[in-house]
């Protein structure tokens, strides 16, 4: 019993130290977070801060990884995963975004697989490849949706499934960093509503819209 509740602690702190260095480095930058920062946030010593980690880079990695995995729950349980028309899955999942990203309420916090794109790319393969990864999970995902609508509703159209999911992942996270820039979400909303346009115009319009959603589960993870 002793030992239960022994590694429930460690788990506990190991997790504090991930989330502060998460929203930290979200807010500031990789470079910019120290650890006697992360550590003053989570409320664990350096020296505890070394118990769980080598070092700032492999908290980083854990940090990337968690918030990552937050994200994947929070768009597999998203409304327009139940939606039986591709089209609407399309269109939902831009709903979706704007509201996950924080709407006109709360300014977003940007998305860590992009400050680390940005700052660790040239320093570190580790991250590059990584942040490639996720870039392209992201993709892929979107693909397979756009690819359906335009079986069903586009099929001699000379819209590329491929190309239009990354496009999608470049506007949302260059919007992300614009919103951040801004202190405000109306860029990220106006860039998702060009974007929706230039879908419509190769998918057509569905008949039914999905409202954007509220977010539950990990918002401060997506916010």
Request: hydrophobic share 40%; aromatic share 10%.
């Amino acid at each position: 019993m002793v030992k239960h509740s022994s590694t429930n602690a460690v788990s506990e702190t190991r997790h504090k130290l991930i989330e502060a260095g998460m929203n930290l480095m979200r807010a500031q930058g990789y470079n910019a977070t120290a650890v006697d920062e992360i550590c003053a946030a989570a409320g664990v010593t350096k020296g505890g801060f070394f118990h769980y980690f080598k070092s700032k880079e492999e908290l980083a990695q854990a940090a990337l990884e968690y918030f990552v995995e937050a994200k994947a729950r929070d768009y597999e349980a998203a409304p327009f995963r139940k939606l039986v028309d591709p089209r609407e899955r399309v269109f939902g999942r831009l709903d979706f975004v704007k509201a996950a990203s924080g709407g006109d309420q709360h300014p977003t916090k940007g998305c860590l697989i992009g400050v680390f794109a940005q700052e660790m790319s040239f320093a570190s393969a580790e991250f590059r490849n990584a942040c490639q990864g996720y870039f392209s999970r992201i993709a892929a995902d979107y693909e397979k949706d756009l690819a359906a609508a335009k079986a069903a509703y586009a099929p001699d159209s000379s819209f590329e499934p491929k190309h239009a999911a990354w496009l999608y992942v470049a506007t949302v996270q260059g919007s992300l960093m614009l919103a951040k820039t801004a202190g405000n979400n109306s860029v990220l909303a106006g860039n998702l509503e060009e974007f929706r346009r230039y879908l419509q115009s190769a998918l057509g319009t569905p008949q039914r819209l999905l409202p954007a959603q509220p977010v539950s589960g990990n918002r401060a993870v997506l916010r």
